[in-house]
Each structure stands twice: as C-alpha cells, then as structure tokens.
C-alpha cells in the first residue's frame, strides 16, 4: 500500500502564499495587544486588539493587505493606472491612491454615492486625502451604477491615452484580495502561539467581505479552529453570508487550501442600523468607549458598528467570561472628521 502524505498530513493542506507576487507596504506584523480598559468595562471576555488600523500606508487599515497582493499583480502586468470604486469617504480608494503614489503610479477613482446627495467636493476625511495622495481623476457615480462597466470604461479612456490600467473590484475583495487576510490570520496565530494567548472568538467588520472570507479561508487552512463573527455594515445576513462563503472558497481555491464550510461563516446583521454609514445610537457609543477607554480611535462607518456589535453580544451573553475575544481593528479614522457632527452634536 503507497501512503500518500497528503491524505496523512492532519492539518489541512496548508498555504501557498509563495506563490504570490506580493508587495510590502508594512514593514511588521500589527501588534495584538489587550484591551485591559475596555475588557473590565464591559465585564466580560477578555478583548484583544488586532491593530490592523496600524498597517502601512497613508492612515492604515485593512485594504493594506489586500493591496500588498494587488498592487503587484498590476505591476506584473505592465499596469500604470490604477483603476477602483468606493464610497465616497472610501477608505479602500484613500489606500489604493496611496498604494499608486509609493509606486510611482497613476490613480482614477469612481465614488458611489451610495446615499444620494452625500458627495461632497470640499469635504474633509478621505475626500481630502485623495486629493493630497495626487488621484488623477475622481467621478461620482449614483447608487446602483454598473461598477464594474464604469471601471471598464475608464480603463479604456486610459488605453486610449496610450498607458495600461490594472482594476481592482471594490474594497479590493477578490480571491487575490482576500490572499492579504489569509496572509494575517497565519501571522494571528503566530502571535498568539508567542505570547501564549489561546484565542476563543474572532470578531471582524464584514462589508465587500474579502477580510472575513480571506480570514476563514486562513484560518481553515491553518485548522486553527477559531470561530469568526463578521458584524455587516451593510447587507442582511442572507446575502452577506453566501457571499462570504463564495469569495472564501474562491480564496482557498487560489491558495490550494481546502474549502471552508458554509458553517464557517457567521454574520450578525443587528447592527447596520438605516444603512451603510448611516450613524447609530450604538455605533457612537461604540466610538466613544473605546476613545476613552483605550485612547484608540475607531471610524464611523466600519469598526464602530463591528464593536458595537461586539458590545452588543457581550450584553447578551454570547461571549462570556473567561473566554478571549480577538477584535480585527480594521482601521477607517481617517474618515472621523467628515463625521464631525455626529460626534460633536
Ligand atoms: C473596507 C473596510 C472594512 C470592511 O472590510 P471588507 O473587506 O470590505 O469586508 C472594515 N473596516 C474598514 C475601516 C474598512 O475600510
């Protein structure tokens, strides 16, 4: 009998991040540090940060990662345009412009105005920083657009122009992408192993879902056993899970790893409150807690209504404790000051 080393290998198939062109835009990994403060507040789990709002690149977080994957497949392509969308204070579209500047790079950005009339040419937040990151051309488009033909269309002005633009889908969420959170959830374990946390719960924002499919796919991989709650910032449950799933199977696909259940993926949708980066009662509270309690600054949009939920379970008594609660800081500060009248009202 010819025993074959994948069938015995009892950790999954592992991962092959080799495999991929990748750019360096953080020089480290993000540290994980607990939060002492917020954890005896709360009075429950133990919550540790995954400071991702600390990874490289103009104000940080997580589009970093996915970028790292990204941005080098563009040069591997010849590209010399970067093409993308987002929301129009986006934090994804702030980085990419960012990504292009470090590269030496052109950068076009289409901004949905997912709430109508939100556009704003003076704004501040990340509408300034596109500007100051030199984007070559930004155009506003209306809820409901085709992106993805939008982004098709802009490319093509920039073929004609005689240059090659390389598109990245919103939030940067493709297989390729999500490689940058499979990548993180080897270098969380890693962590964790040296300083002698053992982890219970995963607790992440989940918007175009390349972080959360990239961390279950990671995870799975790894056969880390690490349940990942994904808080939306946008769609109901029914749509956010199977897309999740979707994109972490594709990952896992990319990375020859095995494919992670649908059972993997858990979303709680309580939280979006009237829609994307629509403030909540809770969201503020959420902003607020951890500003005062840690001196860390979460953002309005993503991280404050990922914690509120985390706050939110803890009230419930999802997570208990004794258990340790690892929250994935995804970033999103740059945006707090076109919030300001949210938080100063
Ligand atoms: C984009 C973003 C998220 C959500 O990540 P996805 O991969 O789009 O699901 C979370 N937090 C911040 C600050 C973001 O900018």
Redesign the pocket.
Known sequence: MRLEMTTLWPYGRGMRLFDFPRRRYTPHATPLEPARRLSAHLGGPDIWFKRDDLLGLAGG???TRKLEFLVADALAHGADTLITVGAVQS??CRLTAAAAAAEGLKCRLILEERVPNSYRPGASGNNLLFHLLGVEAIDVVPAGTDLAARMEQEAAAVAALGRKAYVLPG?G?NARGALGYAACAQELMQQAFELGVRLDQFVC????????AGLVAGLAALDARLPVTGVS?RRPRGEQEPNVHKLAVECATLLGAAAPAREAVVVEDGYVGAGYSLPTDEMIEAVRMVASLEGVLL?PV??GKAMAGLIGLIRQGRFKKGETVVFLH???APSLSAFADVFLA
């Not at 924002?205 to 959360?212: D, L, N, Q, R, V």
């Open positions: 977080g997580n589009k934090n994804h939030g969420s924002a989940s918007g175009s879902a390349g972080t959360h910032v953002d993503y991280t995804t970033g999103g």
